[in-house]
Protein backbone atom coordinates (compact mmCIF):
# COMPACT_ATOMS: atom_id res chain seq x y z
CA UNK A 1 0.00 0.00 0.00
CA UNK A 2 1.08 3.70 -0.69
CA UNK A 3 0.32 6.84 1.17
CA UNK A 4 0.35 10.18 -0.42
CA UNK A 5 0.04 13.30 1.99
CA UNK A 6 -0.24 16.85 0.00
CA UNK A 7 0.71 20.29 1.66
CA UNK A 8 1.24 23.74 1.00
CA UNK A 9 -1.56 25.02 -0.71
CA UNK A 10 -3.77 28.29 0.16
CA UNK A 11 -4.91 31.72 -0.95
CA UNK A 12 -2.13 33.46 -3.34
CA UNK A 13 -2.68 36.53 -5.41
CA UNK A 14 -2.95 36.36 -9.11
CA UNK A 15 0.95 36.82 -10.33
CA UNK A 16 1.97 34.76 -7.39
CA UNK A 17 3.59 31.35 -6.63
CA UNK A 18 3.05 28.36 -4.27
CA UNK A 19 4.99 25.09 -3.74
CA UNK A 20 3.04 21.88 -3.40
CA UNK A 21 4.70 18.75 -1.70
CA UNK A 22 3.67 15.08 -1.59
CA UNK A 23 4.87 13.13 0.61
CA UNK A 24 4.93 9.44 0.07
CA UNK A 25 5.47 6.26 2.20
CA UNK A 26 4.66 2.98 1.80
CA UNK A 27 6.92 1.63 -0.98
CA UNK A 28 9.87 2.31 -2.24
CA UNK A 29 9.13 5.84 -3.65
CA UNK A 30 11.87 5.41 -6.10
CA UNK A 31 10.10 2.53 -8.29
CA UNK A 32 7.03 4.62 -9.82
CA UNK A 33 6.13 8.27 -11.74
CA UNK A 34 4.67 10.36 -10.11
CA UNK A 35 1.30 12.74 -11.14
CA UNK A 36 -0.24 16.03 -10.60
CA UNK A 37 -4.00 16.62 -10.93
CA UNK A 38 -6.26 19.34 -10.41
CA UNK A 39 -10.19 19.73 -10.31
CA UNK A 40 -12.19 22.63 -10.01
CA UNK A 41 -15.67 22.85 -8.97
CA UNK A 42 -18.09 21.21 -11.22
CA UNK A 43 -15.26 19.83 -13.61
CA UNK A 44 -13.67 17.13 -14.18
CA UNK A 45 -10.08 15.84 -12.52
CA UNK A 46 -7.70 17.21 -15.04
CA UNK A 47 -3.83 16.25 -15.49
CA UNK A 48 -1.36 19.24 -14.57
CA UNK A 49 2.05 17.10 -15.12
CA UNK A 50 4.05 14.14 -14.09
CA UNK A 51 7.36 13.25 -13.92
CA UNK A 52 9.16 9.46 -14.41
CA UNK A 53 10.67 7.23 -11.97
CA UNK A 54 13.80 8.14 -13.21
CA UNK A 55 13.52 12.08 -12.86
CA UNK A 56 14.76 12.28 -16.17
CA UNK A 57 11.27 13.68 -17.92
CA UNK A 58 8.88 15.72 -17.21
CA UNK A 59 5.35 16.06 -18.50
CA UNK A 60 3.28 19.10 -18.63
CA UNK A 61 -0.43 20.11 -19.39
CA UNK A 62 -0.55 22.83 -22.01
CA UNK A 63 -2.35 25.25 -19.57
CA UNK A 64 0.25 24.75 -17.46
CA UNK A 65 3.37 24.67 -19.22
CA UNK A 66 5.91 27.22 -18.52
CA UNK A 67 4.92 28.19 -15.39
CA UNK A 68 4.50 25.06 -13.19
CA UNK A 69 7.47 22.77 -12.39
CA UNK A 70 7.91 19.17 -11.24
CA UNK A 71 10.64 17.52 -9.16
CA UNK A 72 11.14 15.19 -6.85
CA UNK A 73 13.50 13.81 -4.20
CA UNK A 74 13.93 10.76 -3.47
CA UNK A 75 16.15 11.29 -0.19
CA UNK A 76 12.75 12.74 1.36
CA UNK A 77 10.60 10.38 -0.77
CA UNK A 78 8.54 13.87 -1.80
CA UNK A 79 7.18 14.86 -5.14
CA UNK A 80 6.46 18.59 -5.55
CA UNK A 81 5.03 20.90 -8.17
CA UNK A 82 6.24 24.79 -8.26
CA UNK A 83 3.53 27.21 -9.52
CA UNK A 84 4.44 30.38 -10.26
CA UNK A 85 2.31 33.05 -12.53
CA UNK A 86 -0.42 31.83 -11.10
CA UNK A 87 -3.73 32.83 -12.11
CA UNK A 88 -7.53 32.80 -11.19
CA UNK A 89 -8.16 29.66 -13.48
CA UNK A 90 -5.36 27.73 -11.57
CA UNK A 91 -7.75 27.69 -8.21
CA UNK A 92 -8.84 23.80 -7.41
CA UNK A 93 -7.89 21.08 -5.47
CA UNK A 94 -4.40 19.11 -6.67
CA UNK A 95 -4.02 16.24 -5.78
CA UNK A 96 -0.75 14.14 -6.20
CA UNK A 97 -1.03 10.53 -7.14
CA UNK A 98 1.26 7.65 -8.43
CA UNK A 99 1.32 5.32 -11.06
CA UNK A 100 3.44 1.96 -9.59
CA UNK A 101 3.08 0.65 -13.40
CA UNK A 102 5.18 3.52 -15.04
CA UNK A 103 2.52 3.42 -18.07
CA UNK A 104 3.64 7.54 -17.81
CA UNK A 105 -0.02 8.50 -18.60
CA UNK A 106 -2.25 11.78 -18.64
CA UNK A 107 -5.42 10.21 -17.43
CA UNK A 108 -6.95 9.47 -13.69
CA UNK A 109 -7.61 5.87 -14.45
CA UNK A 110 -3.68 5.79 -15.26
CA UNK A 111 -2.58 6.01 -11.91
CA UNK A 112 -2.74 3.90 -8.75
CA UNK A 113 -2.79 5.98 -5.49
CA UNK A 114 -3.87 8.95 -4.19
CA UNK A 115 -3.99 11.49 -2.12
CA UNK A 116 -6.69 13.83 -0.05
CA UNK A 117 -5.35 16.98 -2.03
CA UNK A 118 -5.24 20.08 -1.11
CA UNK A 119 -7.11 23.56 -1.95
CA UNK A 120 -5.45 26.22 -3.80
CA UNK A 121 -6.99 29.33 -4.57
CA UNK A 122 -5.70 32.40 -6.83
CA UNK A 123 -7.67 35.60 -5.71
CA UNK A 124 -6.92 38.58 -5.27
Known amino acids: QVQLVESGGGLVQPGGSLRLSCAVSGRPFSNYNMGWFRQAPGKEREFVGS????????YYSDSVKGRFTISRDDAKDTVYLQMNSLKPEDTAVYYC?????????????????WGQGTQVTVSS
Open 97 to 113: AADVDLRVGDTPEEYDY
Open 51 to 58: ITWSGDST
